[in-house]
T-cell receptor
Framework: DSGVTQTPKHLITATGQRVTLRCSPR?????VYWYQQSLDQGLQFLIQ???????AKGNILERFSAQQFPDLHSELNLSSLELGDSALYFC?????????????FGNGTRLTVT | TQLLEQSPQFLSIQEGENLTVYCNSS?????LQWYRQEPGEGPVLLVT???GGEVKKLKRLTFQFGDARKDSSLHITAAQPGDTGLYLC???????????WGAGTKLIIKP
């Protein structure tokens, strides 16, 4: 158990809809990362937050947004969904031990857009 | 832009065989992490290598960081079905400290 909790585990929705994915980081971790993983592919970095502030941005579409709340949980909002947005979305957290800190991943939310 | 190339992309071998997975770049990394991901789960950290030339062992898995800190390898001895999974390498950029991910190696060990 990594200590990172993601909800929901599965999400099925239609094109054009909007969904919110939720992540609770490991206790004490200030950084939260969001990744997208398509079938049998590697991880695509979307965005990172540190203690409520956006720290780094990757290949995140304008239709997607995220935030980290004062209690450090994070939400990833996906809107105007397209079939190609179907993927596994992972949240990870890391501690304040410097840039070499390992990431602790949740078990992901599987999004299916029909 | 820093890139990490992993090879092979896919490997299917029999139980008991040895294998090596490579992670290569033209850029220098301050450290490199290896993760294993099993179906339906998130990646789990196996090891972090920090020093050029460093070798770390985890039971039958041997990890090496290149002398110039531009490449790394993962060698598995006497592979077992439990080693099946997606192996991902991730390098910490030497200048911007961002994590750069390889595309992964999907490993299947057949009993």
């Amino acid at each position: 158990d990594s200590g990172v909790t993601q909800t929901p585990k599965h999400l099925i929705t239609a094109t054009g809809q909007r969904v919110t994915l939720r992540c609770s980081p490991r206790s004490g971790d200030l950084s939260v990362y969001w990744y997208q993983q398509s079938l049998d592919q590697g991880l695509q970095f979307l965005i990172q937050y540190y203690n409520g502030e956006e720290r780094a941005k990757g290949n995140i579409l304008e239709r997607f947004s995220a935030q980290q709340f004062p209690d450090l949980h994070s939400e990833l909002n996906l809107s105007s969904l397209e079939l190609g947005d179907s993927a596994l979305y992972f949240c990870a957290s890391s501690g304040p031990t410097g840039p070499n800190s390992p990431l602790h991943f949740g078990n992901g939310t599987r999004l299916t857009v029909t | 832009t820093q890139l990490l190339e992993q090879s092979p992309q896919f490997l299917s071998i029999q139980e008991g065989e040895n294998l090596t997975v490579y992670c290569n770049s033209s850029s220098v990394f301050s450290s490199l992490q290896w993760y294993r991901q099993e179906p339906g789960e998130g990646p789990v950290l196996l090891v972090t290598v920090v020093t050029g030339g460093e070798v770390k062992k985890l039971k039958r898995l041997t990890f090496q960081f290149g002398d110039a800190r531009k490449d790394s390898s993962l060698h598995i001895t006497a592979a077992q079905p439990g080693d099946t999974g997606l192996y991902l390498c991730a390098g910490v950029g030497d200048s911007n400290y961002q994590l750069i991910w390889g595309a992964g190696t999907k490993l299947i060990i057949k009993p």
